[in-house]
């Protein structure tokens, strides 16, 4: 399980979520997160240093060059290689307008959630939470789940609780299929760049590279503790990626890399 990293705080989310090449065929996807989003917006367009960025994202200046490096990695390859680069996701929480100098404003705290896109209140007491499931645990390949438990969350509660079969579904329809359970929140293993778009597509929001027990992931994530990796990837296809070797999909980082599959 990968180890929490810190919330990344940001003033507002990307008004844009998808730019393409025009009048060709896109050659594939890129994700770039939200909080590498903002380390490119405060860094290139409103001119601040890297440390000045690390003090109103509320990181070290360290993972804010990462960030930054990163982002402008996944930019060049879209640009040069003509591939359509997308905007979800990453460990970010909206500022609430409390840290000094954020946005312009003055106070003195901040809200920070473990949660990777940014939770009203009224959304983590209300909403529904599915979980890649197999066995009570949370299965390590989303694409390849048999089963999704689904959590009825109430008052920041759990309530009823469902398992729910695929019936075989794929990658593509996986996402439709959760979609019509007006599912809030997914919770799994490994998960491949397509189907991450098509995540972000239904407004689901995502964590994944989370094992164990799926009723204790959905607890930690109502306590906002919850220990997951907001870059995973999956590439099942890879050496020694293969069910029935021990390997939770998504666990490393040498999987698909970037956004890949369909932003639509």
Do not use: W
């Not at 794929?170 to 979609?179: K, N, V």
């Not at 503790?225 to 890879?238: F, I, K, Q, R, T």
Request: charged content about 25%; some cysteine.
């Amino acid at each position: 399980m990968a180890r929490p990293s810190r919330c990344r705080r940001i003033c507002f989310e990307p008004k844009y979520g998808r730019f393409g090449p025009c009048g060709t065929e896109e050659t594939g996807q890129v994700l770039l997160t939200v909080d590498e989003f903002e380390a490119v917006r405060l860094i290139d367009h409103e001119k601040r240093t890297h440390e000045q960025c690390a003090k109103q994202m509320g990181v070290s200046r360290t993972t804010v060059t990462e960030m930054y490096e990163r982002a402008r990695t996944k930019i060049a390859d879209c640009i040069v290689n003509g591939k359509t680069l997308c905007i979800s996701g990453g460990n970010y929480a909206l500022c609430d307008g409390s840290a000094r100098s954020c946005c312009g404003r003055n106070c003195d705290r901040a809200d920070h959630r473990a949660v990777g896109q940014a939770t009203t209140r009224k959304e983590v007491d209300d909403m529904k939470i599915a979980v890649t499931y197999e066995d009570g645990n949370v299965f390590p390949h989303f694409g390849h789940t048999e089963y999704f438990k689904v959590y009825q969350v109430e008052d920041g509660k759990i309530g009823d609780a469902q398992v729910v079969s695929t019936e075989g579904s794929g990658h593509g329809a996986l996402a439709g299929l959760l979609s019509g359970l007006k599912v809030d929140v997914l919770i799994c293993g490994g998960i491949g760049a397509g189907a991450q778009a098509a995540m972000a597509e239904a407004g689901i929001r995502l964590y994944g590279g989370v094992s164990g027990s799926a009723d204790q992931a959905v607890e930690a994530f109502l306590a906002g503790s919850l220990a997951y990796d907001p870059d995973v990837h999956c590439d099942h296809h890879g050496e020694g990626h293969h069910h029935g070797e021990g390997h939770a999909c998504g666990a490393d980082k040498h999987g698909c890399g970037g956004h890949g599959g369909s932003c639509h």
